[in-house]
């Protein structure tokens, strides 16, 4: 019970950094689409996934949890390059926390800057607060197959026009086959998008990972009836690479551009990066 109660207060933690009022630049706001997609790192680096893209309503995660009483937490920046404007996150502060051994929760709260030719805005960015159940664990099966659920609450930030609060419950599953790995997922955001992505991801001996991955979600809700086909849908590529420093401590970075073009909301450049820490609660406990 201490333990968990250790590792709430770090989840607690993150989400309260991240109840800070935001603040706007001329009281321009900036534009509600599109909406940050996160991407999972390997688990042996990370138990948050890592805001990749700004894309409206995608998720990616493998069917990987974190054990009881581990925990994880992760810090880091993006940068996008979108259609006349930027966008830099900076810190993205993530926090995970093995509930029991198949269930896990975690915390996004990212804090984004927009600057334009004659405008910007900062401030609070989306919070995504998450849970993961794995139905199969792919460390527990002779094919070594994972499938997990991982319902999550969407809290967008206080300029949001449609509702602060939503809601998706993506289904994520995984293969492994030394010294690699494949997971994908796939589901709804109430926001009004349905999504798909994949991953393949490759470790060396030494617990350097190379991933890439794969992502799309079409927008089912549209601002206008006269948006088109191709304005709906939006797809992104990346390729990330994580590694072990010292102790508990990694890094990661990854960079990606979106295949969707930047008229129709994709990014020209993205990058993130950042370090993640790993560390049991149950033995930080005298």
């Known amino acids: ?13 993150v989400v309260t950094l991240g109840m800070t009022p935001p603040a706007y630049a001329q009281g321009n706001g900036r534009p509600k689409a599109p909406r940050p997609e996160t991407t999972a790192t390997s688990p042996a680096l990370s138990a948050t996934p890592v805001s990749t893209y700004p894309q409206f309503g995608a998720w990616l995660d493998d069917a990987s949890a974190l054990g009881q009483g581990d925990a994880a937490v992760n810090i880091g920046a993006g940068y996008w390059r979108l259609a006349g404007m930027s966008q830099t996150n900076v810190p993205m502060l993530g926090g995970g926390i093995g ?19 004659t405008w910007s805005a900062h401030g609070l960015d989306d ?51 030394a010294p690699f790995r494949v997971y994908g997922s796939g ?23 190379l991933t890439g991955t794969v992502m799309q979600s079409y927008s089912v809700k549209t601002p206008t009836v006269t948006a088109t086909d191709l304005e709906r849908r939006h797809a992104d590529v990346s390729l990330a690479v994580a590694a072990p420093v010292v102790g508990s401590m990694s890094v990661y970075g990854s960079a990606g551009r979106s295949l969707t073009s930047v008229e129709s909301g994709g990014a020209s450049l993205a990058l993130a990066g950042g370090v993640s820490f790993r560390f049991s609660a149950a033995s930080s406990i005298p």
Do not use: C
């Open 127 to 177: 919070m995504y607060l998450s849970g993961k159940y794995v139905l199969l664990d792919p460390t527990l099966t002779v094919s070594e197959v994972g499938l997990a659920i991982s319902p999550l609450v969407e809290v967008l930030g206080t300029d949001a026009g449609d509702g602060r609060v939503h809601f998706a419950l993506p289904v994520s599953i995984e293969l492994r086959r």
């Open 187 to 209: 589901g709804y955001f109430t926001r009004g998008a349905v999504f798909g992505g994949a991953a393949l991801e490759w470790t060396s001996t030494n617990g350097v990972s």
């Open 1 to 13: 019970m201490r333990a968990l109660s250790l590792v709430a207060a770090t989840l607690m933690t």
């Open 99 to 117: 509930v029991t051994d198949r269930f896990q929760v975690s915390a996004s709260v990212p804090f984004y800057r927009v600057t334009a030719p």
